[in-house]
């Protein structure tokens, strides 16, 4: 009548087992003997009310249900939503220029196409934009702004944000929000009034480790640093902006070489009352699509098993806000949105901002008339399914992943519809074990006397 669900995963800690269903999203304590029951699929030795609760959580499921039926309809469902809602996600590539020379930019020699998004030609993106309204269902488009540095093209963002709101007022479009992703140097007043006054959701700023670290990698093109412009620009926007819709963030980049030198940046960070602002780690990849000369300094995944949870330890010692948990996904990113679009200052479609500017991976290129012109990647893209892949098929961690970054798999494997793994692979229980830890600290407590077994 009954089956264990292959998406149980046990990990001990602390005395304890642990088990983390990816599917149902649930954390369990169990005892030895219980695990050892899961493990063999001797479901007629549980108790019936124990039984009962597996069964309510999805450890054990019904042993006619096919799970893999399961996600491929959940991601189904979601893809109608998405459709039926016409949320249209738009990154708009201001410009390819920067105006610094990071040496493990992805961008590589693509930052010389240059170019510029330019009033003309965001019309007729919007034009593409609206033209996915259905009957007198209007579209929600969601804009980030990116490069290349977008802000080098502040006329265009700003432009882009004025068209959306009188768009909004005029009733084209049903709402809009946008982001920033920004290296930082190019914030000003003006800047700050614009997210007073628009939609302005999230902007995200890079930094790289502390002042003599980051000031020998993002650098400009004579090689100054731009550590402290960058915080003063950090205060700036902190202190300025009133917008309650707007989050800001930081991204750390890390590799071999600057993460033991991260803990000095949060303290200084902390120091000068940024501590309130949420971090993340990025894991610098390099150049796309394979590595160049510098392979050597970045994380493996084996290697990202020690590092990241002493960054997160370092982060929360400090009052950082840092999210580890794994938790269930539809899709994995923008590439698998089905209305996802990645647009350069050409008015060519990417479904990825790492395959911008790629060629063989343009997904099609908007016309005159606000049309797609759709190139044959594109329904390679639209219809990724991870549940097609032997590999991805078979890991218990397919909920939480979802196929991962189709970027990764053409590292991985040539090609882009094959397997992505993203770090969760690596570090799923570090980042379980972590979350637990500061949310149920009386578990990891040599004290601990409670026995309730559902978290």
Same mark, same amino acid.
């Given at each position: 009548?009954?089956?264990?669900?292959?998406?149980?995963?046990?990990?001990?800690?602390?005395?304890?087992?642990?088990?983390?269903?990816?599917?149902? &999203?649930?954390?369990?304590?169990?005892?030895?003997?219980?695990?050892?029951?899961?493990?063999?699929?001797?479901?007629?030795?549980?108790?019936?009310?124990?039984?009962?609760?597996?069964?309510?959580? %999805?450890?054990?499921?019904?042993?006619?249900?096919?799970?893999? &039926?399961?996600?491929?309809?959940?991601?189904?469902?979601?893809?109608?939503?998405?459709?039926?809602?016409?949320?249209?996600?738009?990154?708009?590539? =201001?410009?390819?220029?920067?105006?610094?020379?990071?040496?493990?930019?992805?961008?590589?020699?693509?930052?010389?196409?240059?170019?510029?998004?330019?009033?003309?030609?965001?019309?007729?993106?919007?034009?593409?934009?609206?033209?996915?309204?259905?009957?007198?269902?209007?579209?929600?488009?969601?804009?980030?702004?990116?490069?290349?540095?977008?802000?080098?093209? $502040?006329?265009?963002?700003?432009?882009?944000?004025?068209?959306? +709101?009188?768009?909004?007022?005029?009733?084209?479009?049903?709402?809009?929000?946008?982001? /920033?992703?920004?290296?930082?140097?190019?914030?000003?007043?003006?800047?700050?009034?614009?997210? &007073?006054?628009? &939609?302005?959701?999230? =902007?995200?700023?890079?930094?790289?480790?502390?002042?003599?670290?980051?000031?020998?990698?993002?650098?400009?093109?004579?090689?100054?640093?731009?550590?402290?412009?960058?915080?003063?620009?950090?205060?700036?926007?902190?202190? %300025?902006?009133?917008?309650?819709? /707007?989050?800001? %963030?930081?991204?750390?980049?890390?590799?071999?070489?600057?993460?033991?030198?991260?803990?000095?940046?949060?303290? /200084?960070?902390?120091?000068?009352?940024?501590?309130?602002?949420?971090?993340?780690?990025?894991?610098?990849?390099?150049?796309?699509?394979?590595?160049?000369?510098?392979? @050597?300094?970045?994380?493996? %995944?084996?290697?990202?098993?020690?590092?990241?949870?002493?960054?997160?330890? +370092?982060?929360?010692?400090? @009052?950082?806000?840092?999210?580890?948990?794994?938790?269930?996904?539809?899709?994995?990113?923008?590439?698998?949105?089905?209305? @996802?679009?990645?647009?350069?200052?050409?008015?060519?479609?990417?479904?990825?901002?790492?395959?911008?500017?790629?060629?063989?991976?343009?997904?099609?290129?908007?016309?005159?008339?606000?049309?797609?012109?759709?190139?044959?990647?594109?329904?390679?893209?639209?219809?990724?399914?991870?549940?097609?892949?032997?590999?991805?098929?078979?890991?218990?961690?397919?909920?939480?992943? =979802?196929?991962?970054?189709?970027? +990764?798999?053409?590292?991985?494997?040539?090609?882009?519809?094959?397997? @992505?793994?993203?770090?969760?692979?690596?570090? $799923?229980?570090?980042?379980?074990?972590?979350?637990?830890?500061?949310?149920?600290?009386?578990?990891?407590?040599?004290?601990?006397?409670?026995? +309730?077994?559902?978290?």
């Amino acid at each position: 009548m009954y089956k264990v669900s292959r998406y149980n995963l046990f990990f001990e800690e602390n005395n304890m087992i642990l088990l983390f269903n990816s599917l149902r &999203n649930v954390v369990a304590r169990c005892d030895a003997e219980t695990k050892e029951i899961l493990e063999n699929e001797t479901l007629d030795k549980l108790p019936s009310n124990l039984l009962d609760k597996m069964v309510s959580e %999805g450890v054990i499921v019904d042993e006619k249900l096919n799970e893999l &039926n399961v996600i491929r309809f959940t991601r189904m469902m979601h893809y109608v939503h998405l459709m039926q809602n016409l949320s249209i996600g738009l990154t708009l590539v =201001m410009t390819y220029s920067c105006n610094l020379a990071c040496p493990y930019c992805y961008e590589g020699d693509r930052k010389a196409k240059g170019g510029l998004l330019t009033p003309n030609k965001i019309e007729t993106i919007l034009k593409f934009a609206k033209s996915h309204r259905q009957g007198d269902k209007k579209p929600l488009i969601s804009v980030s702004f990116y490069g290349g540095e977008p802000l080098l093209n $502040w006329k265009g963002c700003r432009y882009t944000l004025e068209r959306l +709101e009188e768009m909004k007022e005029d009733g084209e479009i049903r709402d809009y929000s946008t982001g /920033f992703i920004t290296n930082g140097t190019l914030i000003n007043y003006e800047l700050i009034e614009a997210i &007073n006054e628009y &939609n302005v959701n999230s =902007m995200q700023i890079t930094l790289d480790g502390p002042r003599e670290v980051h000031n020998k990698r993002r650098i400009r093109p004579n090689g100054e640093g731009t550590f402290d412009e960058i915080i003063e620009n950090i205060k700036l926007l902190k202190n %300025g902006v009133n917008n309650e819709k /707007f989050h800001l %963030g930081l991204r750390i980049n890390v590799d071999k070489t600057n993460f033991e030198t991260i803990p000095e940046l949060l303290e /200084f960070l902390k120091k000068e009352g940024l501590d309130d602002i949420p971090i993340s780690y990025g894991i610098v990849r390099g150049n796309f699509p394979y590595c160049h000369s510098n392979c @050597g300094i970045y994380f493996s %995944g084996v290697d990202l098993q020690k590092a990241l949870p002493y960054l997160w330890r +370092e982060a929360y010692r400090r @009052g950082f806000n840092v999210w580890t948990r794994p938790n269930l996904r539809f899709i994995y990113c923008g590439y698998d949105h089905p209305f @996802g679009y990645v647009i350069d200052p050409e008015l060519k479609v990417y479904p990825c901002w790492e395959m911008v500017g790629i060629e063989e991976y343009q997904i099609g290129e908007i016309q005159e008339d606000g049309s797609l012109k759709i190139y044959p990647f594109y329904y390679d893209v639209k219809s990724r399914d991870p549940t097609e892949y032997e590999e991805c098929r078979k890991c218990k961690l397919l909920p939480v992943c =979802m196929g991962g970054c189709a970027a +990764e798999s053409i590292r991985r494997n040539g090609h882009p519809n094959g397997p @992505g793994c993203d770090i969760n692979k690596y570090i $799923w229980k570090e980042g379980l074990k972590f979350y637990l830890m500061k949310r149920y600290s009386y578990l990891f407590s040599q004290d601990n006397k409670n026995k +309730e077994k559902m978290i």
